[in-house]
C-alpha cells in the first residue's frame, strides 16, 4: 500500500515497484486518515508511507496500522530527515526510512527486505538511531549492548549488513538480529516513557 | 566612576595631611612627617597613573598605609593632643577602607574597618595617652572614630556590590536584545533565500512540465533530453533540500557555533559525482571555525574518493565522542594498502597531507583504515576544546 498526498508521486512510486515484478501494489491513500482505513480494508504485508500527511499525521497513522494489525510492515518514505518525525516514527513502529531521492531500485530493494522482516536501517537513521541511545544512556531505558553499538556504527558508516558480517566475523542473520534488537529496544523505550508520564500524572492527581 | 571618587577623596586628603603638616608648625619628629607625606604621595601617585586592579597585594599595601598614617599621626603630633584636634592622618586612611568595601563588598569593607580602627588605638597609645585612666567621653571618641571606619567601608561595599548587580542586568538584557536581532536577521536571510530559491524551482517545474508534454508529444524521446530534465528538477532538489537543512528546526543555534550535520548535509547534497550518505548522532554544534576546517577536510576526502577509489558509493558519519568530535568519510571503492612513508616516498600523499594538516590545526588526528578490494576509512578526530566546553 502507498500513502502519499502528491496523486503524481504515488503513481511513480506504483509504476516503479510494479515494473519490477516482485511488488504488487493493493492499496493506496492520499491522507493519515485514508491511511488507517485501507490498512483495515486492503490488508497489505507492507505500507509505504510518507510523513508529512494531511487529516492525520503520518506518525499518528502508523502508530494506529500498528496497534491494529501488529505484523504489518511500516517503510517510511520521506523528503526531508527531519529528525524528531524519523525517530518517532521508528519508535512507534516502523521498520525503516528511506529518503525520496533514493533510486527505484533502491525502493524496490528496501520494501522487499523489509516485507521479509529485514529492518531497513539507511546510514542517516543507525546515526540518529545511536545518537538517541547515548541521550537515553544514564536513565534507566535499556542501553545498547558493546555488540549492538558497534554494528549500529557500522550501518552508520555504510557498511551493508554482509560487510559488517565479514568483519566482525558474524553471520549476516546474526548481524539482522543484532538490528532488530536494537530496533525493539528503541520501541520499548518509548513504552517506558509513556508509562512513565502515566505513572507521573496518577501521582499528580491523588 | 566609584573608583575616581576615591581617587579624588584621597588627593583631597592628602592636600589636608600637607596643609596641616605645613601649619601646625609644632609637630614633633618633623623627619618622619615629611617622609611619611612624600609616602602616601608616591603611592596616590602611582594608584592615579597605574589605575591598578584591586588585587590582594594592592589591597593589602593600602591598608598598610592607612595602619601606618594612624600611628604616624600619633607619633608625630605633640604628646596627649591626638584626641582634640584633628588628626594628622586626614581622611586618608578611609580611602583604604572604602577601597576594600568597593572590591570586596561588605565584609571586605567591615573587616578593614576594624583594622583601622585597631590602629587608631595603637596610635592613641604611641601619643602617650594612658587609655587605662582616660576618661569615658575619649573612650567613647575612640570606638566613634572606629565605627566611622567600619561605615563607610561596609556602605561602599553596599553600594558597589548593587551596583555590580544592575551592570550585570544590564549587560544580560542587552545581550538579549542582540540574541533576538540577530535571530530576526536570520530568519529574514532564510525568507528573501527561500522567495529566490521557490522562484527558480518554479520555473523548473514550468519547464519540466512544458518539455515533458512536448517530448511526449514529439514519440520516442531521445535520452539526452530526459537527462536534462531529470539534471533540472535534481539540481532544484538539491537548493531546496540545502535551504532546509541550513538550520534546524526548534533548536537555537548557539552563539558563534555551526551545526557540523547540517554543513556535511549541504556538502553531501552538492556533490554530484558520487552518491554521499550522511549520518550524525545530533545536530553537533562545534565552534563555526571548527565546523569550516572539518568540512573542507571532508570536501578534499570526498574529492579523494571520486578520482581515485572508483567507488560507486560513500559514507560519511558524525558523531560526538567524550565531548570532541569524529568524522569518518567511508567507500566501498578498490582500496589500497595505506602507508604513509611510502606513499610519501612516491609523492602521492599531498591531498591525504592537507586534510591531515586542517585537522591538526584543530589539535585532531587523522586514520586511514584500507585494504585493497575492501575500500577506504578516514577517521578525522578532533578533540573538544577546554574553553568551549567550560561553559
Known amino acids: 500500500m502507498v500513502v502519499d498526498d502528491h496523486p503524481v508521486w504515488r503513481d511513480g512510486v506504483r509504476t516503479d515497484l510494479e515494473a519490477s515484478g516482485r511488488v504488487e501494489v493493493v492499496a493506496e491513500a492520499a491522507d493519515g486518515g485514508e491511511a488507517i482505513e485501507r490498512a483495515r480494508e486492503a490488508m497489505p504485508e507492507l505500507v509505504l508511507m510518507d510523513l508529512n500527511l494531511p487529516t492525520v499525521p503520518g506518525v499518528e497513522a502508523i502508530r494506529r496500522i500498528v496497534e491494529e494489525s501488529p505484523h504489518v510492515k511500516v517503510l517510511v518514505l520521506s523528503a526531508s530527515a527531519e529528525e524528531a518525525d524519523v525517530l518517532e516514527a521508528v519508535k512507534v513502529g516502523a521498520s525503516g526510512y528511506l529518503l525520496k531521492s533514493a533510486t527505484a531500485a533502491e525502493l524496490v530493494d528496501a520494501v522487499v527486505r523489509v516485507r521479509a522482516g529485514e529492518p531497513a536501517f539507511s546510514p542517516s537513521l543507525a546515526a540518529l538511531v545511536l545518537g538517541e541511545f547515548r541521550r537515553m544512556s544514564g536513565t534507566s531505558e535499556p542501553g545498547l549492548t558493546a555488540r549492538e553499538t558497534e554494528v549500529l556504527r557500522l550501518v552508520a558508516k555504510g557498511y551493508t549488513y554482509k560487510e559488517i558480517a565479514d568483519q566482525l566475523f558474524l553471520s549476516t542473520k546474526t548481524v539482522q538480529n543484532h538490528v532488530q534488537n536494537i530496533l525493539t529496544k528503541l520501541q520499548l523505550s518509548r513504552r517506558y516513557e509513556l508509562m512513565r508520564y502515566a505513572i507521573r500524572r496518577g501521582l499528580d492527581r491523588t | 566612576m566609584l573608583s575616581l571618587g576615591i581617587l579624588a577623596f584621597r588627593w583631597v586628603s592628602l592636600a589636608w595631611i600637607v596643609v596641616l603638616a605645613l601649619t601646625a608648625g609644632s609637630l614633633r619628629r618633623p623627619a618622619l612627617a615629611a617622609a611619611t607625606v612624600a609616602v602616601v604621595a608616591v603611592w596616590t601617585g602611582w594608584l592615579t597613573v597605574a589605575r591598578p586592579r584591586p588585587t590582594w597585594p594592592v589591597l593589602a599595601g593600602d591598608l598598610a598605609l592607612g595602619v601606618a598614617l594612624n600611628l604616624v599621626a600619633g607619633l608625630v603630633m605633640p604628646a596627649g593632643t591626638v584626641g582634640e584636634r584633628p588628626y594628622f592622618a586626614g581622611g586618608y586612611p578611609v580611602a583604604a577602607a572604602v577601597t576594600w568595601g568597593a572590591a570586596r563588598g561588605v565584609g571586605g569593607g567591615v573587616v578593614a574597618g576594624l583594622v583601622l580602627g585597631a590602629s587608631l588605638v595603637a596610635g592613641q597609645l604611641a601619643n602617650g595617652i594612658d587609655l587605662a585612666s582616660s576618661e569615658p567621653a575619649v573612650l567613647l571618641d575612640l570606638a566613634g572614630g572606629t565605627l566611622n571606619f ?136 562545534l565552534p563555526a571555525g571548527h565546523v569550516e576546517e572539518l568540512t573542507a577536510a571532508v570536501r578534499q576526502a570526498l574529492d579523494n574518493v571520486v578520482e581515485h577509489a572508483g ?48 585537522v591538526e590545526q584543530l589539535g585532531g588526528t587523522m586514520a586511514v583504515t584500507s585494504r585493497p578490494g575492501a575500500g577506504t576509512e578516514v577517521e578525522l578526530r578532533v578533540p573538544a576544546r577546554k574553553d568551549q566546553r567550560d561553559h
Open chain 2, 150 to 285: 567600619v561605615l563607610a567601608g561596609g556602605a561602599v561595599g553596599l553600594v558597589a556590590r548593587l551596583l555590580e548587580r544592575s551592570a550585570g542586568q544590564l549587560r544580560r538584557a542587552t545581550e538579549e536584545t542582540i540574541r533576538a536581532r540577530e535571530r530576526a536577521a536570520r530568519l529574514a536571510e532564510r525568507e528573501s533565500l527561500a522567495r529566490q530559491i521557490h522562484d527558480s524551482v518554479l520555473q523548473a517545474l514550468a519547464l519540466v512540465h512544458k518539455r515533458g508534454r512536448e517530448l511526449a508529444a514529439d514519440g520516442p524521446v531521445p535520452p539526452g533530453q530526459v537527462a536534462g530534465l531529470a539534471e533540472m528538477a535534481a539540481g532544484q532538489e538539491r537548493a531546496l533540500r540545502s535551504l532546509i537543512l541550513r538550520e534546524p528546526e526548534g533548536e537555537p543555534t548557539p552563539a558563534g557555533a555551526a551545526s557540523l550535520r547540517a554543513a556535511l548535509e549541504s556538502l553531501a547534497t552538492a556533490e554530484r559525482l558520487l552518491p554521499v550518505t550522511v549520518g550524525a548522532t545530533g545536530a553537533l554544534w
Open chain 2, 311 to 358: 567507488a560507486t558509493r560513500a559514507a560519511v558519519f558524525a558523531e560526538e565522542d567524550a565531548g570532541g568530535v569524529v568524522v569518518t568519510v567511508r567507500d566501498d571503492g578498490r582500496g589500497f594498502s595505506y602507508d604513509e612513508r611510502r606513499l610519501l616516498a612516491e609523492g602521492k600523499i599531498g591531498l591525504a597531507k592537507s586534510i591531515k594538516g586542517r
